[in-house]
Nanobody
Framework: QVQLVESGGGLVQAGGSLRLSCAAS????????MAWFRQAPGKERRLLAT????????YYQDSVKGRFTISRDNAKNTMYLQMNSLKSEDTADYYC?????????????????WGQGTRVTVSS
């Protein structure tokens, strides 16, 4: 049974940094594309970034390019999201997800397993 568990969310001031983690179990972690999504109150869940199976390729949504960095450590079955220069509009629930497709398939329909989410609140 696949299980993805996010951690690292919390309250941070605008301009600050936060690092999220996603711990995976029940799957061969290195066989899956991984991704981070977020969902703000009253809005749809949106893709932020993907990372290929070996970590060699990444995709970022334009709004977070240069501020967020996705990475993974296959030896630890863990994916990370380093978030810098945080803005109030980054406030959302953040989710990790896995896909059997390559990293460049970014539509939400490709992602079959999801974590429960971790909340990030950025204060002004």
């Amino acid at each position: 049974q696949v299980q993805l568990v996010e951690s690292g969310g919390g309250l941070v001031q605008a301009g600050g940094s936060l690092r999220l983690s996603c711990a995976a179990s029940g799957l061969t972690f290195s066989s899956y594309t991984m991704a981070w999504f977020r969902q703000a109150p009253g809005k749809e869940r949106r893709l932020l970034a993907t990372i290929s199976r070996n970590g060699g390729n990444t995709y970022y949504q334009d709004s977070v390019k240069g501020r967020f960095t996705i990475s993974r450590d296959n030896a630890k079955n863990t994916m990370y999201l380093q978030m810098n220069s945080l803005k109030s509009e980054d406030t959302a629930d953040y989710y990790c997800a896995s896909s059997s497709a390559s990293y460049y398939y970014t539509d939400i329909r490709y992602f079959s397993s999801w974590g429960q989410g971790t909340r990030v609140t950025v204060s002004s």
